[in-house]
């Protein structure tokens, strides 16, 4: 009997040891519903760590949460920042509308209205890329247009191009847009989000 008894000693204990074993593993599960391998462990207790260690970090051109873009008139400035340093300023010079291209042999819309933006984008420090594409219109009625139309009927079409210090780039955005949007916002979004940087209300 006495012989027994060291023996289920020793069986408990082991028990315990497989339960705090499996404790350890489970608890290497997160709230991203993945699993994780655990950590090898040691005989020395883990360090204790402070509330600020555990808190998340962002690195430093994290995007800051959006916020609603600044609208800006016909012929105002606009200040781009890259990586929080100056680099580029957009001007909307000239907004207007025409119902055909000129010349004889001008094509007509095919939604009602052309309408002709002329932008200049000037680089003021690192290499800033620009592209047509980047810009957008939005109607008073609620249209929304991205694709422009290739025309040079208004003069050079605002290009694609990577703007170094001191370098300017003027050119024309034309969209095809029913009558409701002669009136609306043109926005820059140079962005993947979609969100725009500034408005300018024509």
Known sequence: MRRWVPWAITAAAAVLVAGIVVAVVAGTNTDDGKTHAAAPTSKSPAPMTSATETQPTFDET???PPEEAPTLAVGERAD???DGADAATITVTKVTNAATEPGEFGMPPEHGRYLIITV???GVGAPFDVNALDFYVTGRDGSHYEDSTFSDAWGA???????HNGEHLTGTIVYDVSP???HG???YTPNYDS???VVWAY
């Open 62 to 64: 994290t995007s800051a």
């Open 80 to 82: 781009i920042t890259q």
């Open 120 to 122: 200049t984008a000037t």
């Open 157 to 163: 079409p605002f290009e694609s191009g990577t703007l």
């Open 180 to 182: 409701a949007a002669i």
């Open 185 to 187: 916002q043109f926005g």
């Open 195 to 197: 969100v725009p940087v």
